[in-house]
């Protein structure tokens, strides 16, 4: 939970590293939410998903920077069906320690 808030509370960050733990719980939290969300009230859930657009990026750039890769290998994941697997496969790395 503690990371979750973190990227909440770093949410203007776009300069720091997230390790494995920092990303992948804070996106476990965020998944979670949306899905209850989805299923409560949809207006919420679109509401949620707008505020959360700039926390939930700055977490995947900084995630990003720890794998050793720049801010805009972001832009891979709108490539369509592949793109999403290579984040995903980026995003899975281990932390490089630079």
Known sequence: MAEYINM???FADFS???DFRDYWMAAFIHVVIIII???NDRRIHNIYLL???????SLIVRRL???GLE???IFVGFIPFVGA???FYWLWQPSKGI
């Open 8 to 10: 909440w509370r770093n």
């Open 85 to 87: 697997l290579i984040m």
């Open 37 to 39: 969300l989805m299923v």
């Open 16 to 18: 720091g590293r997230s």
């Open 71 to 73: 801010w805009y290998c």
């Open 51 to 57: 505020i959360s657009f700039i926390p939930h990026t």
């Open 65 to 67: 920077r720890d794998v």
